[in-house]
T-cell receptor, first 110, second 113 residues
């Protein structure tokens, strides 16, 4: 079935450093959503990207959708300890449901 | 609004036992989903429902059954639990599929010994 590759699987940063996670697909995506899951918590919706080349910002978070709509990225500027968690990309699959990537686990050292 | 709730929060089963996980949402969403989350595997869709009285198979449906008798409730059943079903189970709901955000419940941690 349709799959997405999310890299890296883990990222350890010092507080204040930047962080980026990438989501790649071999097929063109109609849209893509991003979710954050805090340790011990449940996934929480962050944003949805729909248009080719789209860039959206939420404070220190910047989300991009590739021009070919086959990849997406989430960039966090100046990480804080509150950013700790696992970030999932979730494009819409061919049958209409979300296909979750395996996630990137971010840890932040104060 | 409570959003999406799940019961129970934790459960330990012995191999071969059965149980039902209950999911309830108060947002009047048409779509509901059951996922399982295993370490390093992300979220995998077990079954989903596009409305009251309907269910459909997801990516990993074997060993599970579901029912959606009421719009606000989505039940996940394990008829004969196996150790491979040890996982964290999340229920989610959405206004529609794919193009709308999903709201997740707090999860049920199930251990099968």
């Amino acid at each position: 079935g349709q799959q997405v590759m999310q890299i890296p699987q883990y990222q350890h940063v010092q507080e204040g450093e930047d962080f980026t996670t990438y989501c790649n697909s071999s097929t063109t995506l109609s849209n893509i959503q991003w979710y954050k899951q805090r340790p011990g918590g449940h996934p929480v919706f962050l944003i949805q990207l729909v248009k080719s080349g789209e860039v959206k910002k939420q404070k220190r978070l910047t989300f991009q959708f590739g021009e070919a709509k086959k990849n997406s990225s989430l960039h966090i500027t100046a990480t804080q300890t509150t950013d700790v968690g696992t970030y999932f990309c979730a494009p819409r699959g061919s049958q209409g449901n979300l296909i979750f990537g395996k996630g990137t686990k971010l840890s932040v050292k104060p | 609004n409570a959003g999406v709730t799940q019961t129970p929060k934790f459960r330990v089963l012995k191999t071969g036992q059965s149980m039902t996980l209950l999911c309830a949402q108060d947002m009047n969403h048409e779509y509901m989903y059951w996922y399982r989350q295993d370490p390093g595997m992300g979220l995998r869709l077990i079954h989903y429902s596009v409305g009251e009285g309907t269910t459909a198979k997801g990516e990993v449906p074997d060993g599970y059954n579901v029912s959606r008798l009421k719009k606000q409730n989505f039940l996940l059943g394990l008829e004969s639990a196996a150790p491979s079903q040890t996982s964290v189970y999340f229920c989610a709901s959405s206004y529609s599929r794919g193009a709308y955000e999903q709201y997740f419940g707090p999860g049920t941690r199930l251990t099968v010994t």
